[in-house]
Each structure stands twice: as structure tokens, then as C-alpha cells.
């Protein structure tokens, strides 16, 4: 069974450009999470879908930010326009609906550099 | 406010020797507290958890933890480090501060270098 999977791995880009980071969850996950990790920080919560709708979002930094999570299956992230501060590793997750004690499935993340 | 500590950024240990990543939290309410590892260029893997019952918790790779509830710890351990251990450590403890969100709240992490 194939595991969360986010693309790209690694996206250069400079100030003011849009980046869009794309995340597969592990099929029949209903929950979806992003998360973010800045050099050297703790890795924080950006938002939660269950399915298609956004069950939490309080993490998310600003309006630049923007996620979507279409029929409920794979969930895109937008960040435009992008700044220096929004360099890091963006990481996804993904567990099955009512699984509340159990743990969540990541993927490898994917690397944004803003230049 | 509920949160997860790792006072150490890096813990060094000679293969062989036990090992303690350290982790404190603070939270409302009985916690539900995780530990993963990211290998290098790898994704966050889950090690291991605590929810209820014994104190001792086993896990992947030979790894356990103990959880301290008058001490607000759960620090994770294991008896042998091996080289292959070398990795970034974190501590998580699930909010239930409100809503069905279910997420996790991380430490900052804990770099394992294990030398040979």
C-alpha cells in the first residue's frame, strides 16, 4: 500500500513567485493534515481537512496561504505570494476518520526555499 | 496552552550505551503522547505512543518510553543505541483542547548522533 506521498520534494523559488505543493494521502484517509517546519522550530499545525472540508484551520499563518482539498482526495497547497519567511519543510499527513487515539501518517515533505 | 518540550537539540551516545531523548509536555486533561523519528531526507515515521494503561510503552526498532504523569514527562529510551539510530526525534501530544481535529502538537526535536 502506497504512503502519503507530496510533491515536489524540493522547490526553489523567489519572493513575490506562487508555489503550489500537491499531497496524496494513504487511500481510504479520510483526515488530511499539513503541517510546517521551520529551521530548527517545533513542526506546527497548519489545518485539517476531513474529506473535503476544512475541519480546522487555525494554523494557517495568513490569507497568501491557501489550501484545497477537491472531492476529498488528494489536497494542494498554495502559497502566493510567497516571502522569505515562508521557507521550510511543509509536511503532510493523513489517518482514517475516528481514529483518535491513533497516529498520524506523514509524508516526506516537501522543502520550499524562498529567495 | 498545551505544549511539548525537548530541552536538548542534540544528544550524543557511543554505540552500545543506553540511550534518553527527554520530553515534557503540558496539557489539560489525560494526554495522548507519540514519538516519531525522521531519517535523513525521510518522512516522519511514528515510534511509538501512549494512551492509557502501563507507564512502559514499546515500540519500533527496540525503542520504549516511560510516562511520568507527576513529573509531565515521556522520555523516550532505548537500552542499546545502534549507529542506525542516528536521526531527528520528536515529541508529540495530541490536542484535545477542542473539536474533533485531532492534531498534533510537536516538540522542537532531538537530533541522535550514535557514534561508532
Known amino acids: 500500500e502506497a504512503g502519503v506521498t507530496q510533491f515536489p520534494s524540493h522547490s526553489v523559488i523567489e519572493k513575490g513567485q506562487t508555489v503550489t505543493l500537491r499531497c496524496d494521502p494513504i487511500?481510504?484517509?479520510?483526515?488530511l493534515y499539513w503541517y510546517r517546519r521551520v529551521m530548527g522550530k517545533e513542526i506546527k499545525f497548519l489545518l485539517h481537512?476531513?474529506?473535503?472540508?476544512?475541519?480546522?484551520e487555525s494554523g494557517m499563518p495568513n490569507n497568501r496561504f491557501l489550501a484545497e482539498r477537491t472531492g476529498g482526495t488528494y489536497s494542494t497547497l498554495k502559497v502566493q505570494p510567497a516571502e522569505l519567511e515562508d521557507s521550510g519543510v511543509y509536511f503532510c499527513?493523513?489517518?482514517?476518520?475516528?481514529?483518535?487515539?491513533?497516529?498520524?501518517?506523514f509524508g516526506e515533505g516537501s522543502r520550499l526555499t524562498v529567495l | 496552552a498545551q505544549s511539548v518540550a525537548q530541552p536538548e537539540d542534540q544528544v550524543n551516545v557511543a554505540e552500545g550505551n543506553p540511550l534518553t531523548v527527554k520530553c515534557t509536555y503540558s496539557?489539560?486533561?489525560?494526554?495522548?503522547l507519540f514519538w516519531y523519528v525522521q531519517y535523513p531526507n525521510r518522512g516522519l515515521q511514528f515510534l511509538l505512543k501512549?494512551?492509557?494503561?502501563?507507564?512502559l510503552v514499546k515500540g519500533s526498532y527496540g525503542f520504549e518510553a516511560e510516562f511520568n504523569k507527576s513529573q509531565t514527562s515521556f522520555h523516550l529510551k532505548k537500552p542499546s543505541a545502534l549507529v542506525s539510530d542516528s536521526a531527528l526525534y520528536f515529541c508529540?501530544?495530541?490536542?484535545?483542547?477542542?473539536?474533533?481535529?485531532?492534531?498534533?502538537?510537536f516538540g522542537t526535536g532531538t537530533l541522535l548522533a550514535v557514534q561508532p
Open positions: 499527513a493523513s489517518s482514517q476518520l475516528g481514529a483518535n487515539t491513533g497516529e498520524l501518517f
Open positions: 487511500s481510504g484517509h479520510d483526515n
Open positions: 481537512f476531513v474529506k473535503e472540508s476544512k475541519q480546522d
Open positions: 496539557v489539560s486533561g489525560n494526554p495522548y
Open positions: 501512549y494512551i492509557t494503561g502501563d507507564n
Open positions: 508529540a501530544v495530541r490536542d484535545r483542547s477542542g473539536g474533533a481535529t485531532n492534531k498534533l502538537i
